[in-house]
Every structure is written in C-alpha cells, then in structure tokens.
Nanobody
C-alpha cells in the first residue's frame, strides 16, 4: 500500500483545512487508517483513526469536537476535516494504514505511512 497525503497549508487560527490521504492497492477497505502528527521538536502523536468499515472512530482528546475523520473505500481515500484550528495544531500530518486494524491509537500498529503534509496555523 502506498499512501499520499495532501491538503496541508497555511491557515489562520480558527480556520479549517481538509487533509486527504489517497491509497493505492485493492485492499484499502481492509485497513484501519489513522492520522498522526509531529510538531517541530516533538514526538509523533496520535490524532485520529478509523476502522476498516468506518464504523469505529478514535480521537485524541485535544482534537475532539474539532476534527473529524472519514473514509470512502470506493475512492481509496481517508479524510481529516480540521476545524477551529489553533496555532498548536501546527505540525506535519501523516496518514497511516494498519493491516491488523487494532490498537489504532498506537503508531506501532501501523504498517504503512504516507510522506506527510505540513499544516501551519498562524495566530
């Protein structure tokens, strides 16, 4: 599986962005998918994840109520809608795919990673 993240950019605080992660391969619908982020000088952290069917979603506390994950298996794409962005959301955002589809809040459970897309939120 190859993952291509896009949609990052510069936005003012309070604004919105939608990130996309396009996956290659015919087995996309069997993977759990997640988004992680890494800010300068910090470790990579979990943001949100979605089960293979889309029936289960998981969010880090710091994005609950602001971010939303969704997936369209017929398009091999997962989205991250980010609203009410804050300067502390500035980071490189990575999408990832998990074959096991369990423990999706843990980076170690993911088998494939995209290249990342930079989100910068100005104050």
């Amino acid at each position: 599986v190859q993952l291509q993240a896009s949609g990052g950019g510069l936005v003012e605080a309070g604004g919105s962005l939608r990130l996309s992660c396009a996956a290659s391969g015919r087995t996309f619908s069997s993977y759990g998918m997640g988004w992680f982020r890494q800010a300068p000088g910090k470790e990579r952290e979990f943001v949100t994840a979605i089960s293979w069917s889309g029936g289960m979603t998981y969010y880090a506390d710091f994005v609950k109520g602001r971010f939303s994950i969704s997936r369209y298996n017929d398009k091999n794409t997962v989205y991250l809608q980010m609203n009410s962005l804050k300067p502390e959301d500035t980071a490189v955002y990575y999408c990832a795919a998990s074959m096991r589809g369990r423990g999706l809040i843990y980076a170690r459970e993911y088998d494939y990673w995209g290249q990342g897309t930079l989100v910068t939120v100005s104050s």
